[in-house]
């Protein structure tokens, strides 16, 4: 087994109602570059985790057992990859991530909000000690200026966490 793991944030149905507060527009180009993702790190071995968000008393957007909380179908998400239910903003809060990363030294990150949950499980996954690659080609946000912002301020305050567009990170 790799020493490596893909941690897919949030990549859920709610992000694409356009009835949705939540709506984050077309990302269809975004989704294949995660599959692209995905199906290069099954190529090198690397644990796949998708973790999804619930808000437990929503009726609307989140909602437990909404179509809201299923990870997005275009993405190839296979039986064999965990999924972590969390709760609270920080995928480590509460969940068994951790465990499912026992023996895991180098974390690669995709996900939906990049400023959100992205952006908390970096800053948990950091303090843990992991060495992070944050595919930011790979992370949304509800608009670019947020996105980039998010990603310099991250860049600015831990100089150890590698960003790279997915190009990069097959060239590597």
């Keep these: 087994m790799s020493d490596a793991a893909l941690i897919l944030i949030d990549f859920q149905e709610q992000w694409l109602d356009p009835k949705s507060d939540y709506f ?3 990302i269809a180009k975004i989704l294949e570059k ?3 993702l995905i199906q290069f790190a099954r190529k090198q071995g690397l644990k796949i985790i998708f973790t999804r968000h619930i808000e437990q008393d929503s009726k609307t957007d989140f909602a437990p057992n909404s179509k809201g909380v299923e990870i997005i179908s275009l993405l190839h998400k296979d039986k064999k990859d965990t999924l972590i239910t969390k709760y609270r903003i ?4 509460q969940t068994k991530l951790e465990q499912e990363l026992v023996g895991v030294t180098k974390v690669v990150v995709a996900g939906i909000l990049t400023n959100l949950c992205v952006r908390s499980f970096v800053e948990a996954a950091y303090d843990r000690d992991f060495a992070i ?4 080609d790979c992370c949304v946000a509800f608009d670019q200026k947020t996105q980039d912002f998010t990603i310099q301020d991250l860049k600015n305050t831990r100089e150890e966490i590698q960003f790279m567009d997915l190009e990069e990170y097959y060239a590597r």
């Design 24 to 26: 984050v527009g077309d």
């Design 133 to 136: 690659t944050v595919i930011a």
């Design 90 to 93: 920080n995928p480590f809060y």
């Design 34 to 36: 995660v599959n692209r």
